[in-house]
């Protein structure tokens, strides 16, 4: 959501180390960062800083777990978004979310799920609610790498057709 | 040469319902024979009998059976089809629905008509007859259990709802 | 004839679609925004509910929840299974296009090609330049190419405009328009074609159409054109309603070229009652002329169609233990030249009272009464003997007592009857106008039932011997002054052993003194199934029998009647007998005799060998009866069903019928062929041959010419409806 962007964000962790030159702060350990209604959960976090303020993300799951990744969106009234995967990168400037590994993107109207995208990448791009999902971790489709899967729940009756 | 008279037909149930078609000759008869012995009660309600016969289908057919050389009917099959079944208030089956048909043979003259109508009259009474009487042999062979009976005999308590129902 | 009309549910099970069912998308590549249009790459599958869509690109939009499909499609929805290069179909409302097609639908697995499918919503489907058939695998025995092919699946009804029907890739039949059910349910349809080849009217195509107008009446017409006569147009409608039924049948051939005249018959049945008691019949039946029967008898009328046409109507009231009944007879004559039928009297009108009650305290009584104006114009009576010149009123009374006896082992019935009868005559060869006659009858009818166990065939069963003695006492009363309107001499059997009377009707009651013994044997299976009969019966005149039908033919006086031996039942489950012998001790004659067998070791495999001997007795044309029957049905080959029927007569040593049918039933289509010769009168016989393509599932199951065989062909089981 875009008033996020001018929220706090705080960030727990069991540990940080930060390298001021680079503007790379690295989170380790029961990693959860709030930002406004943006709520990250990971094993490890390495935000890095641009000049102008946006932050770029890289998270880590913790071993045997996902990490997860739930925002509200501007497309509507409580309509949210939760994103899992192994690694996810989260660019708060182009807003765009990419989750690699067992990936899965949920759409939620309040708590009733709209769709559920599951594949072994997924790229969300927030302003434009544009989705990518991809068989393999790379980012690219392969032949006969198996199938990514969208499950879309019907709408309410549009009245106009 | 090991022949006996044959001791009266012991049914084993003691009321019967006969669901047959209204004015149902064989019926009659069979209920004719079934009073004449005493064999069994025979009741007006379902709900009361122990055992219901019910007729399936009865139907008579006419065929030519045979043609003189001039092409016209010289006799005719008259047949007497009826399937039953037999089975307990409660459904469950006794005798399995069965066929049976009967044929008599009538010589035939298209001027004798109206003699021939008559005849058709009694020869389909006495299929009726035959019928009836095998109904009863096969209702004789009825082996009704106690637990039958039993589940007979007390029907109230399944049919009513245990909860009264709400207004 | 089809499926006769019943209480069938019409309408079809509406395809519903749950609308809360999401909708998965499966693909190697998803792109794209939910809420609006997602793009699927390779592998792509899109189910929902009863709808699946695979092929190798897809776009599926939201918002319109509609799928768009590239590279080899397909879809399959509620059964129906679509293949394409290309496809849409919107997921709510079913509708979508698909191009260069195939299609095979659930309803009797109809399927084709065609150049381009539209699903145009609620279960309709147009298929446009395509071909149509039920046949298994790519390479059809038949199928039906049309420009537009428009499927009605809720109603299970298919229109082709233009269609043209190809049968082994050979052009048969092209019409302007078609219709054809969907699926076999009784639907409105053109009924398999027959054609046929008869020594009277040459060449015959009959095209039936049926009408299922509801789903208790039904009307079926059937359009034939004889070569050498010209259309003749044949219906047949049938109704059946909670208390009424009834059948009307009508061949109509106006201005027959050979016989330049117009031809028709009607038959014409009805029945109906109401729940107080009321009901009403008729049955009528008339032909155009005498010739008729020669002419135009097949298959389809000849169980109507006989020489005398009976035309009757009646009114029936039920009150208490009493039945009513008027009724008014008539009899159109279709004479045969060769050997003239004596036209039998009308009834003009009889009224008939008939009731009786049982066991009232032991006691059962029955009466039957009846007034009857006999009549026959004078034209018609001059044609008859002599003494059988006489028509007028006839009023009966015959009241019946008897206190049976039944017990398991014996039953005994002495019984009380009383023959009232008072003629009104107005014509009477022996001019007498008014006669009366009262005759008592007493009979004693007893029998007892022995049983033991025994085998029979290696099967344990119950074995009765029955015995049983039947007397009849009734005085002589000379009637050979009185009229013979209904009475005859019934044919020779067991149920005449034990009748009072040795004449049926009421115009002759026969004096008796007569004792009649008889014995049944009979073998019960366990279930008390009877297995087999064995019985003879005799019946002894203690004095001589003076009462005759007519004057002329007095039988030699004989103190015993025929002998009858009788055996029928099966003798192993597969094999069943059906045997009578009548002989006569003093005359040393067989007077009837009929021995039949039936082997029907399974479906539609039976063989019926029969010999049928009667000699004439009061028959008027002395033409005895010596037949012998085979008949038979059998499959001789995979798919081959043979059906076949020989009557041959041994004094005039030729056939008088056979027919011989045959069936290839191939998995979507069935061919028939029946072969017929019988005689239509002395001199005529008709000779015919037919033949019949049914295509299942383009034409309805129609009338099959082989089913024709049922009536001749004891036992015999229809190929297909």
Same mark, same amino acid.
């Given at each position: ?68 990744? #739930?925002? /509200?969106?501007?497309? +509507?009234?409580? &309509?949210?978004?939760?994103?899992? %995967? =192994?690694? *996810?990168? !989260? $660019?708060? @400037? ?9 990936? #899965?993107? /949920?759409?939620?109207? +309040?708590?009733? &799920?709209?769709?559920?995208?599951? %594949? =072994?990448? *997924?790229? !969300? $791009?927030? @302003? ?15 032949? +006969? ?15 106009? @057709? | ?167 | ?721």
């Amino acid at each position: 959501e875009r008033a996020d962007a001018n929220k706090p964000t705080n960030i727990e962790a069991d540990q940080m180390t930060s390298d001021d030159v680079k503007q790379i702060t690295t989170f380790t350990g029961n990693v959860v960062v709030t930002k406004g209604t943006l709520l990250i959960k990971a094993g490890k976090a390495v935000i890095v800083e641009d000049p102008e303020g946006y932050q770029f993300i890289t998270l880590y799951a913790a071993p045997g777990k996902l990490a997860s990744l #739930r925002q /509200k969106q501007d497309a +509507g009234p409580d &309509i949210w978004i939760e994103g899992y %995967g =192994e690694k *996810i990168e !989260y $660019d708060n @400037k182009k807003e765009v979310a990419k989750f690699f590994t067992r990936a #899965r993107v /949920k759409r939620l109207q +309040g708590t009733k &799920i709209t769709d559920d995208i599951t %594949g =072994e990448f *997924i790229s !969300y $791009d927030g @302003k434009t609610e544009y989705y990518s999902v991809y068989n393999t971790n790379e980012g690219v489709s392969k032949p +006969g790498a198996g199938r990514v899967k969208a499950v879309i729940q019907p709408r309410e009756k549009k009245t106009t @057709k | 040469c090991g022949f006996h008279l044959r001791g009266n037909y012991d049914f084993t149930f003691s009321t019967l319902y006969i669901d047959f078609p209204q004015n149902s000759h064989t019926a009659r008869l069979l209920k004719r024979l079934i009073r004449g012995m005493d064999l069994t009660k025979i009741v007006n309600n379902p709900k009361e009998a122990e055992v219901i016969l019910s007729a399936i289908s009865e139907s008579t057919q006419k065929e030519v059976l045979s043609y003189n050389s001039q092409g016209r009917a010289r006799e005719y099959s008259l047949y007497y089809n009826l399937e039953f079944t037999a089975r307990t208030a409660q459904g469950k089956i006794l005798i399995e629905p069965t066929k049976i048909s009967l044929r008599r043979t009538m010589t035939y003259d298209d001027s004798q008509a109206l003699s021939k109508e008559n005849e058709e009259i009694m020869l389909y009474k006495d299929m009726q007859s035959d019928m009836a009487q095998q109904i009863l042999r096969r209702l004789a062979f009825i082996k009704l259990t106690e637990e039958d009976k039993h589940a007979a005999s007390a029907p109230a308590a399944e049919t009513e709802p245990a909860i009264p129902s709400t207004p | 004839a089809p499926t006769t009309p019943g209480k069938a549910k019409n309408t079809p099970p509406q395809h519903v679609e749950n609308p809360e069912a999401p909708t998965i998308l499966q693909a190697e590549q998803i792109t794209g925004r939910p809420a609006r249009d997602l793009y699927l790459d390779y592998e792509v599958e899109i189910e929902r509910d009863q709808t699946l869509i695979t092929g190798d690109h897809g776009i599926f939009r939201q918002e319109e929840n509609e799928a768009e499909i590239i590279g080899n499609v397909f879809i399959q929805r509620f059964g129906d299974q679509y293949t394409a290069d290309r496809g849409n179909l919107n997921l709510d409302t079913g509708e979508g296009s698909l191009t260069h097609p195939t299609y095979k639908l659930a309803a009797n697995k109809a399927r084709g090609t065609a150049n381009r499918i539209e699903l145009t919503g609620n279960d309709n489907t147009d298929i446009f330049k395509g071909t149509y058939s039920t046949c298994e695998g790519n390479d059809p025995d038949w199928y039906l190419k049309s420009s537009k092919l428009h499927l009605d699946n809720a109603r299970n009804v298919g229109y082709a405009t233009s269609p043209v029907l190809y049968f082994k890739d050979v052009p048969i039949l092209a019409s302007p328009a078609m219709t054809f059910p969907v699926t076999s349910e009784r639907k409105s349809g053109v009924l398999p074609p027959t054609m046929g080849m008869t020594s009277k009217n040459g060449l015959e195509v009959i095209v039936p159409y049926y009408f299922n107008l509801a789903p208790n009446y039904d009307l079926t017409i059937f359009p034939n054109l004889m070569a050498r006569r010209g259309l003749q147009l044949g219906a047949e409608a049938r109704y059946l309603g909670n208390n009424y039924s009834g059948t009307t049948y009508v061949e109509y051939l106006p201005n027959d070229r050979e016989a330049d005249r117009d031809r028709y018959f009607f038959s014409s049945r009805h029945q109906q009652a109401f729940n107080n008691g009321w009901s009403y019949y008729w049955n009528v039946k008339s032909a155009s002329d005498d010739n008729y029967p020669d002419d135009f008898s097949s298959p389809q009328n000849r169980s109507e169609l006989e020489r005398l046409l009976l035309r009757e109507g009646g009114i029936n009231k039920y009150f208490g233990i009493w039945k009513t009944t008027l009724r008014a007879t008539n009899y159109k004559v279709l004479q045969d030249v060769e050997s003239p039928i004596i036209r039998p009297f009308d009834r003009l009108p009889q009224l008939m009272i008939s009731g009786g009650q049982e066991d009232v305290n032991g006691i059962d009584w029955h009466l039957y009464s009846d007034l009857t104006r006999f009549w026959l114009s004078n034209s018609e009576l001059d044609k008859m003997p002599l003494q059988q010149q006489s028509r007028g009123n006839r009023f009966i009374m015959k009241p019946e007592i008897s206190y049976p006896i039944y017990r398991g082992g014996y039953f005994f019935t002495p019984k009380a009857i009383l023959n009232v009868a008072k003629y009104d005559l107005e014509e009477s060869p022996y001019d007498v106008t008014s006669l009366t006659r009262v005759l008592p009858t007493f009979s004693l009818d007893g029998g007892l039932i022995f049983e033991r166990d025994a085998s029979f065939f290696g099967e344990s069963m119950i074995q009765t011997l029955e015995p049983r003695l039947f007397y009849v006492y009734t005085p002589y009363k000379d009637q050979s002054e009185y009229p013979i309107f209904d009475s005859g001499e019934p044919s020779f059997g067991y149920a005449l052993l034990f009748t009072e009377n040795r004449f049926d009707g009421y115009d002759r009651i026969a004096d008796a003194n007569n004792l009649t013994a008889a014995v049944t044997t009979r073998f019960i299976e366990k279930d008390g199934a009877e297995r087999m009969r064995f019985t003879i019966g005799q019946r002894y005149y203690f004095s001589d029998q003076r009462v005759y039908l007519y004057n002329t033919n007095r039988d030699e006086s004989k103190n015993r009647s025929d002998l009858l031996l009788m055996a029928n039942g099966k003798i192993i489950p597969t094999v069943s007998i059906d045997t009578s012998l009548q002989y006569n001790q003093s005359t040393q004659k067989v007077y009837s005799a009929n021995f039949s067998t039936q082997w029907k070791p399974g479906r539609m495999k039976l063989l019926n060998a029969e010999y049928r001997y009667l000699r004439d007795t009061v028959d008027f044309y002395g033409n005895e009866l010596d037949q012998i029957n085979v008949s038979g049905q059998w499959p001789i080959a995979q798919r081959w069903y043979a059906v076949g029927q020989i009557s041959y007569s041994l004094p005039e040593n030729r056939t008088i019928e056979n027919i011989f049918g045959f069936e290839y039933n191939a998995d979507c289509w069935i061919f028939r062929l029946m072969a017929q010769r019988y005689a239509t009168s002395s001199i005529e016989s008709n000779t015919a041959f037919y033949f019949q393509l049914e295509l299942k599932g383009l034409s309805k199951l129609g009338t099959n010419p082989l089913n024709a065989l049922q009536r001749s062909i004891p036992g015999y089981e229809p190929l297909s409806p």
